[in-house]
């Protein structure tokens, strides 16, 4: 069969595309191999996975594989890593990366959700809740959504412990970054919450690990950013399902406040009376007077309250702390008690209590309203140039008064900052993610939407000023979901674990052929 020939990429309208188009064509034989049935070269389905989340980068494959169970997968890998001409081969969840991680110019893109639709005859098959031993657990397909296994693990009254802020992405596509969020505080990121993950390597090896069985591929694979090996499958620890939650946010005036009452928080032991979940957000003043008149959480006349507060600021930036305490029937009457108590502890300014009560499924999936609300006034579908950072605690104040209130202070009303501390020692270090130095870190989420001409490239220039005075005032951060153009920018970013990465890279992927889209490698495309 004649060499596949390119496909072109079609620029997408509203978005600035740095267009990498693929090269070379794959090996005729591979058309002649027992997946080739299901691999796509129309144009329509290159398209799809040309692009993703962020519309920032786009680069066509030369083909997508909607493999029906994993050894599809390892056969295409197997190929490719013993051909003459390698050609990259690239999972994709749900594309919701924001700088191309999941594209393969030149390559195969691996629909990952094709093993969901058809992997045991019906939609979200692959996700199993184990109760008879031990301690329960899920096994999790890669390319479920968390939404699925949350629904999935709730018929048992169970639950995974850490979620992230959105449910709508896939268990591989978190667990190949860390997937943080407001329980990380206590049980660590997702990655440190994985007992058993069912991988193939870049050899096309199907390999079972674990902490005690094959542990560097384990621990290379659970934040990997997709380098050493698909994960096709996570066993993940699950623990009792709380039916409903008090949700509330707490407004803050100044940052040394809000930022010691969020640390007082994550620094509870268990026993004491908590929140199990602390998150926070960074409110500019042009957001609350610019922004949308109402959202999911707050009513118009509690936006215009926030608005006043904010304009009373010397800065006009106003912090929430966002909190979250799970209850069922048996703790109800005791949730208000509990709640009081804590609250007691803190200083938000007097009367900026919001508070919700909501099932617990409403809570955790909270951003898919938000996502409904975006996609209704067609603010889903733009470009998403996002830069998310961990600061050093001890850093932090400045991080605040030169970014927060200094090159973002007039920032794009459109889109969230996060900003929520971490404590260090819930992170594994043997893990190929990579987290701040200190005892305690800030996530900061400079989660912005560009939807006006020219929002792109000013909030990329903000983006480059943001690293740029990290680097001068010798902040020390580490971007999560991280993207660097250089190759010295990767090794800055894993440190003294960079060697360690060159060498299992070597040892799994020995041909470079996985997940070329982050850029860490040359690939052999
Ligand atoms: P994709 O974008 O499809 O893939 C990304 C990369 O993951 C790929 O390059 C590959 O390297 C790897 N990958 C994907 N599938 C596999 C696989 N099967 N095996 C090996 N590697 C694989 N992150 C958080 O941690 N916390 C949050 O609260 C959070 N909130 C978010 C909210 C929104 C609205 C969005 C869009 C993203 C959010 N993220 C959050 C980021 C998200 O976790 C990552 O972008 C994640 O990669 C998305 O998963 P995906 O399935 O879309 O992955």
């Known amino acids: 069969m004649a060499r596949r020939c390119l496909i ?5 309208a509203s978005c600035l595309s740095v267009v990498v188009s693929g090269h070379g064509g794959l090996p005729e034989e591979v058309f002649a191999l027992g997946v080739a049935s299901k691999l796509r070269v129309d144009r329509n389905s290159t398209a799809r996975a040309s692009s993703d989340f ?21 056969e295409l890998v197997r190929f490719s890593a013993s051909s003459p001409s390698p050609f990259p081969v690239a999972p994709r969840g749900q594309g919701h990366s924001a700088r191309g991680q999941s594209l393969a110019p030149g390559g195969v893109v691996v629909d990952m959700r094709a093993l969901a639709a058809e992997g045991s005859g019906r939609r979200g098959g692959r996700v199993n809740v ?35 802020d959105y449910l709508h992405i896939t268990v591989a596509g978190t667990l190949s970054n860390a997937g943080i969020g407001g329980q990380a505080f206590r049980h ?86 908590n929140f199990d979940y602390v998150e926070g957000q960074v409110q500019l003043n042009r957001t609350l007077t610019e922004g949308p008149k109402s959202t999911p959480f707050f009513s118009g006349s509690d936006i215009g309250r926030l608005a006043k507060l904010a304009s009373k600021s010397v800065s006009g ?44 499924v409403q809570f955790l999936d909270r951003v898919r309203e938000e996502e409904r609300v ?41 889109g969230v900052i ?12 043997r893990m190929t993610s990579v987290a701040s130095n200190e005892d305690v870190f800030y996530i900061v989420g400079l989660l912005r939407s560009a939807v006006a001409p020219g929002d792109v490239e000013r909030l990329e220039k903000e983006n480059e000023a943001v690293l740029a005075f990290c680097d001068n005032e010798g902040i020390r951060c580490k971007q999560y979901l991280p993207h660097y153009a250089s190759h010295e920018g990767w090794q800055r970013h894993f440190g003294a674990k960079w060697s360690k990465v060159t060498k299992l890279k070597a040892k799994y992927d020995p041909h470079g052929i996985l997940s070329p889209g982050q850029r860490i490698f040359s690939s052999p495309a």
């Not at 909190?323 to 048996?330: L, P, Q, T």
Request: overall charge negative; some cysteine; aromatic content about 10%.
């Open 8 to 12: 072109a990429f079609m620029a997408m």
């Open 54 to 74: 962020g519309r920032i980068v786009a680069a066509a494959p030369e083909a997508v594989l909607h493999p029906a169970m994993p050894a599809d997968i390892a």
């Open 130 to 164: 184990s109760v008879g031993g031990a301690a329960p657990y899920v096994d999790a397909g890669g390319e479920q959504l968390w939404a699925n296994v949350l629904r999935a693990t709730l018929k048992h009254g169970l639950s995974p412990r850490v979620w992230t």
């Open 188 to 273: 660590g990121p997702q990655i440190a919450n994985v007992l058993e993950l069912d991988v193939i390597t870049g050899m096309g090896e199907m390999v079972t690990c674990s902490r005690d069985k094959d542990p560097d591929l384990f621990f290379a694979v659970l934040g990997g950013l997709g380098q050493f090996g698909f994960i096709t499958q996570a066993r993940i620890g699950l623990e009792l399902a709380p039916k409903r939650v008090r949700w509330v946010r707490l407004a803050y005036s100044d940052v040394v406040t809000f930022t010691r009452d969020q640390e007082l928080l994550i620094s509870k032991r268990s026993s004491e009376a």
């Open 317 to 360: 930036v106003i912090y929430f702390i966002e909190g979250a305490m799970y209850y069922n029937e048996s703790t109800a009457t005791s949730v208000d008690q509990k709640l009081g108590s804590v609250l007691e502890q803190l200083s938000f300014e007097q009367g900026f209590m919001f508070a919700k009560d909501v099932s617990y």
């Open 374 to 414: 975006l996609r209704s006034i067609g603010m889903w579908d733009v470009p998403h140039p996002w830069l998310n950072l961990f600061v050093p605690q001890s850093r932090i104040f400045e991080f605040d008064a030169g970014v927060l209130k200094g090159i973002s202070a007039g920032a794009n009303p459109v």
């Open 418 to 429: 996060l900003m929520y501390p971490m404590n260090r020692n819930r992170w594994d270090d």
